[in-house]
Structure formats: C-alpha cells, structure tokens
C-alpha cells in the first residue's frame, strides 16, 4: 500500500464524506484516508481474535473484544464533546462580534477546531464500526454501546438511547428533528436463535422494510432473537433504537419497563416471536416479555404481528 492510498491532502480528489471533510480542512498535514481507517479497525480486531482464540485468554474475549471497540466508541464521544465546546464558543464569538481583527481571528480558530474535531470524531467511529463488524463475523457476536448514542459513520445502525428517540419524536411534533422514519418495535425469545428462527425473523424485517422503507428497528438488544434482528439491521442499514432493560434501577420488571419504552415510541407494527419456531426443538414456554410487549399494542391501538412457524 502506498503512501497516497493512507492519506489525503486538499490537493487529492476524495470520494467518501471522511475523505471530503479532511481534504477542506485548512490544516497542512494529511489525513488518513477513510479506507485506511477501515482496514485499522478490521486488522486490529483480527489480530486480536487470532491472538486469544485457542488460548487460555478465549473465556475473556468477549470482554476483551468488546472492550477494544468500546475504547474507540469512548475516544469519539470525547473528541465530539471538545468540538462541541468549540461550537458553544463560535456562538458565542458571532453573538458578541465587533468587527475586530482579534474577534475574526478567534472565531476561525475556533472554526478550525470544530471542523478539526469532526473529522476526528469520525475517524475514530470508521476505526469503531470496522472493528465491529470484523468482530461479527469472526465471533458471530455484535457489539453495542452500552453508554450514549452510537453514530454510523456509514448506512449501518445507528443506534440511539430510546430516551432520546422519545425526546425527538415529541420534538418532531413541534417541527423539530425526529429521530427517522416509522418504528417498528420486536422482541423475540432468548432461545429462538436457530438458523430457521433467523430465516423467520428475517422475513419478517424483511417484509416491514418493504412496508416501511426509511423504517428504524426498536428492540431491546436482548440475546437470542433480538440480537438476530441487531445483526439484520447491520447488514441493511437500518437505524436501530435500542431501549434496554435497566435491571439495576427496576429489577425483575425491567423486561416489562423496555417494553414501555418501546411502545412510547409510537411502532408503526410491533413483531413478536414467543418461542422457537424451530420444529426439532422441545416448545419452549412462551416468552413472557415478548407476550407484555404484544398485549400492551393491543391495549394502545397498534398493530401487532406475530412471527410464527412457515406452514408445512
């Protein structure tokens, strides 16, 4: 690989929205392309799944995996707080302009490192994702960011505090930002995790994208089902909303508390699945959460469908 292939100057034509960020910045330096920044975070996460795997380090890699790209996650959300102070400080720099040539100064340098802060920021979220989804496919498990808002980079999930989803879908009724299209709200089982499981759940999401194509997914991230359906979002990048059961602050009813949650956000259609829909299975005893989620629809007038076995 070449030098001009890992980094971009003003005088490179780019062609990612990383690329078109850091090329109009005024600072001299180059900065690394957004497929350099890709290839970091797949490598950094392959070599360390190769590292651990077969080791006696393998009962610690999840949290050793999830720890890397949640260092990066970490260091975003740092550098977008300084570059948000900088904005605070553009605005307040234009409100009390008086022409001067020391004014003009400080407001560009804060400019400056606003812009500079944003390209950072999203250096950091292409390092993040890429990590992420090299950790998908070698472990099968996917990562989410158990503290704020995670931000794509690119048309892959984003996901937002529901909190927050909430927030800007009562905005939205004031000619504000909403949080994107129609929700659809699922919850599925812990143990409907096989491959017909998927297929179902899939066609399912499937069937609602093409229902509701700018949708976003709500869920509460759960294992089993529910992660199947995180996986889905990924892949066809779809935003995803995730309204976590907080077992700390609600104890066996946080289950029940997500599902409020989830139906404070509005679902176009909620998507249950009670139990496996796999027929080499023993039936599991429905899912309770997943039935509160379905009669609490009911009860606010939402639609609701439930995923169930194809017919033989």
């Known amino acids: ?116 802060g944003d390209a950072a920021t999203q250096a950091c979220e292409l390092i993040r994702d890429a990590a992420s989804q090299a950790w998908t496919v070698a472990t099968g498990e996917v990562w989410t960011a158990w503290r704020g808002s995670r931000r794509g980079t690119h048309l892959t999930a984003a996901q937002l505090e529901a909190k927050q989803a909430i927030q800007a879908i009562r905005a939205r009724r004031s000619g504000e930002a909403d949080p994107g299209g129609p929700v659809i709200a699922f919850r599925g089982a812990p143990t409907a995790n096989s491959v017909e499981d998927a297929g179902r759940i899939f066609d399912a999401l499937n069937w609602a994208r093409q229902e509701w194509p700018d949708m976003a997914l709500a869920t509460t991230g759960a294992k089993g089902s529910e992660k199947l359906a995180i996986k889905w979002a990924q892949q066809k990048g779809v935003k995803l909303i995730l309204a976590r059961a907080d077992f700390d602050a609600h104890g066996k009813a946080a289950p029940f508390r997500a599902n409020d949650a989830l139906i404070a956000l509005e679902p176009a259609v909620c998507l249950t699945l009670v139990h496996s829909v796999d027929r080499t299975r023993a039936i599991d005893r429905a899912f309770g959460p997943a039935l509160n989620l379905a009669q609490k629809a009911l009860e606010n007038g939402l639609r609701h469908v439930s995923i169930k076995a194809r017919a033989a």
Do not use: C, N, W
């Open 1 to 116: 690989m070449t030098h001009s292939t890992l980094f971009v100057s003003a005088s490179q034509k780019s062609d990612s929205a990383f690329d078109d960020l850091s090329a109009s910045l005024s600072d001299p330096r180059p900065h690394p392309t957004e497929d350099a920044l890709v290839q970091l975070g797949r490598a950094l996460m392959t070599e360390l799944v190769d590292l651990i795997s077969d080791t006696a380090l393998e009962d610690y890699q999840t949290i050793i995996g999830e720890a890397l790209i949640g260092a990066f996650h970490s260091a975003a959300g740092r550098i977008e707080r300084d570059a948000d102070r900088a904005r605070d400080t553009m605005r307040s720099l234009d409100r009390d302009f008086d022409g001067s040539e020391a004014a003009d100064t400080e407001l560009q340098e804060a400019t400056a490192k606003a812009r500079a």
